[in-house]
């Protein structure tokens, strides 16, 4: 038994038990259902349809020809804790504890979690009378008070923190070359239990599918669909085993795209199509330090863990058949508008008691318009490393992803590049150009001064 067969397959089991929900077909729903499907370590290069030369991915390649694809979108951070605690709330994750320089992601030991009080997706669906689920990789804290239960979500089936944790002392240390799931103690949760530990797969499916089956016919609904994968160890089922050019790490590519086929599928056959948003994306670059088990960031540079284009920028799409206008947007959005946007598609009230950093992006989606986000800022754990305005970014520190590099390397004058016309980051223009310099500078500076301290989530003791 392979651990994809937990969370790979998930897309599809979501995707087939939608059909207990569709008695009422899309016409008749007054507020529309959500599905995001969220990846863990893809890269920027890793389907077809974003330039892959030998990875197949036919069923996200005809999701991209009929919605949008989207050639600039970015998440939050270049780790996982803080991009989900981004993608959750619309928020940097600066101003809810969830990012450090010393510990960048929750650990099994870890005490602190994404705090009560953030108004996250599931919590702002829920208040609009949705049915609310979160499946597969959590992150935002693994104790019971910082669940997905805890945080406006009907259901929660899945693991708290990354496959690669909880490592079995005395396990063979070859465990990513040929991993076995009993290598990593890693529990399954039902809502607030452990049911399993080490997850065993099989039981996932079957779970998955009766729990949306549960939910009332007609009722909008929001699944938040998290894999696990491509993130170390790589696991595939039998039937994607050698099945792509690209190797191990191909298969497992290959696997979610068939199961995002499925979902897709299953919306086209139940007529719910008509009335759901599906977003794939992931939350951070390519683990390049894994080689051959690790993706491709394409063209642009570096991976995980850095600010620098490949460690930020994603793979995006959006599809809703007869809603969002297909085409390719070459302007940016993040993760972080998903809760506006979702919000104002829903007819949701957005929280006026915080800031929020993310933008409405449907007149985007649905009329073709430019998107209103116009700059990004990239954090290195709770520090500014980048940010970017226009078509201009520009680096005040810069650290490889993991390894090569102990300290970062400071910039003064800070790097700048056209992303226009230098995607790949490799050519400065910071001399050139010293009034954008000055002015993101300014804008830097701006953000910061906006940012009230809080406890830090990832470091706490107790």
Known sequence: MRLNRCWILLG??????????????????????????????????DLGCFGHPTIRTPHLDRMASEGQKWTEFYVAAPVCTPSRAALQTGRYPIRNGMCSMKRRVLFPDSQGGLPPGEVTLGRLLKQRGY???????????????????????????????????DFVQGSTRTRFED?????????????????????????????ACQLIRQQE???????????????VPLFRSPAFADASRRGLYGDVIEEIDWSVGQVLGTLRETGLDRNTLVVFTSDNGPWKSFRQQGGSAGLLRDGKGSTWEG???EPTLFWWPGQ??????????????????LAQLADADLPTDRTLDGFDLSPTLLENKPSPRDQMVYYHGDEVFAVRQGMYKAHFKTKTSYTGQ??????????????????????????????VVQALRELKAKHEASVEPVENQLTRKE
């Open 311 to 313: 460690g930020m920028r």
């Open 12 to 45: 599809l089991l979501a995707g087939v038990a939608l059909g207990g929900l569709a008695e009422l077909r899309a016409d008749d729903r007054a507020a529309p259902n959500f599905v995001i499907i969220f990846c863990d370590d893809l890269g920027y290069g």
């Open 324 to 341: 969002v206008e297909p085409g390719v947007v070459m302007e940016m959005g993040s993760t972080l508008d998903l809760l506006p946007t």
């Open 406 to 435: 102990r300290e970062a390397k400071v910039h003064d004058p800070p790097l700048l590049f056209h992303l226009g016309h230098d995607p790949g980051e490799q050519h400065d223009v910071a001399k050139q150009q010293p009034q």
């Open 217 to 231: 016919s007609g009722q909008p609904f929001l699944i938040y669909l998290a894999h696990n994968l491509p993130h």
């Open 179 to 207: 991993p076995d799931f009993r290598n990593f103690n890693v529990p399954l949760i039902e809502g607030e239990k452990i049911i399993e530990r080490p997850a065993d797969q099989n039981t996932i499916t079957k779970r």
């Open 131 to 165: 049915s609310t689920h979160a499946i597969g990789k959590w992150h935002l804290g693994h104790l019971p008070q910082y669940l997905p239960t805890r945080h406006g979500y009907d259901t929660y089936y899945g693991i708290p923190y990354s496959n690669d944790m």
